[in-house]
């Protein structure tokens, strides 16, 4: 859990700091279009003002929009909750998770299940007969 935690202050943190590198760059593409504009007016041309990724980073978000979303949310805000969680494995120790990062190894930890009647674990194979024993088969049958 620790590590988990841990793990997602890491991302909130650089997510926060692309964000703001993402702001003040809208904004500086901003700056450079308000420039660009300028002098389109002063030599009567019409040149891109914008790139198309700068653009579509002004249209669709905004530095506004992104420094609001920042002014929001301060790191450190989430609280943690720890729900309860009915015991499922009998108090038995979880088995490892590479996911977690710990080594698997050992022996596994076996959930017990409920006995189970003979007759229900047996599986019978099916029974293959042919209609006259293989010595009186003729090769031209084949």
């Given at each position: 859990?620790?590590?988990?935690?841990?793990?997602?202050?890491?991302?909130?943190?650089?997510?926060?700091?692309?964000?703001?590198?993402?702001?003040?760059?809208?904004?500086?593409?901003?700056?450079?279009?308000?420039?660009?504009?300028?002098?389109?007016?002063?030599?009567?041309?019409?040149?891109?003002?914008?790139?198309?990724?700068?653009?579509?980073?002004?249209?669709?978000?905004?530095?506004?929009?992104?420094?609001?979303?920042?002014?929001?949310?301060?790191?450190?805000?989430?609280?943690?909750?720890?729900?309860?969680?009915?015991?499922?494995?009998?108090?038995?120790?979880?088995?490892?998770?590479?996911?977690?990062?710990?080594?698997?190894?050992?022996?596994?930890?076996?959930?017990?299940?409920?006995?189970?009647?003979?007759?229900?674990?047996?599986?019978?194979?099916?029974?293959?007969?042919?209609t006259a024993p293989p010595a009186q088969w003729?090769?031209?049958?084949?």
């Open positions: 859990m620790k590590r988990a935690i841990s793990l997602r202050a890491k991302a909130d943190q650089k997510a926060r700091r692309y964000t703001q590198l993402l702001a003040d760059a809208i904004g500086a593409a901003e700056d450079a279009a308000t420039q660009m504009n300028a002098l389109n007016q002063l030599y009567n041309v019409d040149v891109s003002t914008y790139t198309l990724l700068t653009q579509a980073l002004h249209a669709n978000s905004g530095q506004e929009v992104l420094v609001d979303h920042l002014a929001q949310s301060t790191p450190g805000e989430e609280a943690v909750i720890f729900n309860q969680v009915p015991d499922a494995n009998g108090g038995q120790p979880l088995p490892a998770n590479p996911l977690f990062g710990e080594l698997v190894a050992g022996t596994p930890v076996l959930v017990p299940t409920p006995a189970l009647k003979v007759a229900e674990r047996r599986v019978e194979a099916p029974v293959l007969m042919a003729d090769a031209a049958q084949d």
